[in-house]
């Protein structure tokens, strides 16, 4: 019994002590920024087939956007519920590289970084991944 005791109180002193050390907040706002740039990558996408043009995604430091090509010019599109023109990562989950990944009017990848060499990774360990032949975006 006095055994049995001894394993539930460090259980219980473990649980208290290390648990918060291993899942806190940092964990969740690393999976809400990776989940936010995949939707944006799949709405660039989106966009790009329901109109029938070119459209990106820019991203810098913790800001990113869609755009998409109308008549030669790069027009912003809003972000959807919000009307603004960028979105912003949570947290301090930033881009570990400034760029873009463009998309053709058929939903390709356009002018062709996708897999592994058009990988977008963030600070928080994440890597999205473009594949080549349908442009699909996705955790790796």
């Known amino acids: 019994m006095v055994e049995?005791?001894?394993?539930?109180?460090?259980?219980?002193?473990?649980?208290?002590?290390?648990?918060p050390?291993?899942?806190?907040q940092g964990a969740f706002t690393g999976a809400a920024g990776t989940?936010?740039?995949?939707?944006a990558m799949r709405f660039a996408q989106q966009q790009a087939l329901s109109r029938n043009r070119a459209a990106r995604l820019q991203f810098d430091g913790q800001e990113y956007g869609v755009?998409?090509?109308?008549?030669?010019?790069?027009?912003d599109v809003p972000v959807p519920g919000t009307g603004e023109d960028?979105?912003?990562?949570p947290g301090d989950v930033r881009f570990?590289?400034?760029?873009?990944?463009q998309f053709d009017g058929l939903g390709r990848p356009d002018p062709g970084p996708c897999g592994s060499s058009?990988?977008?990774?963030?600070?928080?360990?994440?890597?999205?991944?473009?594949?080549?032949?349908t442009g699909f975006a996705h955790e790796r």
């Open 21 to 24: 050390r291993f899942v806190g």
């Open 67 to 75: 755009d998409v090509r109308e008549g030669g010019v790069w027009e």
């Open 35 to 39: 989940d936010r740039v995949v939707s």
């Open 86 to 89: 960028s979105w912003t990562l």
């Open 4 to 19: 049995l005791i001894t394993v539930v109180v460090l259980i219980g002193v473990l649980a208290a002590v290390a648990l």
């Open 118 to 133: 058009g990988d977008v990774g963030l600070t928080s360990g994440a890597v999205i991944r473009i594949e080549c032949e």
């Open 96 to 101: 570990s590289t400034t760029g873009e990944r």
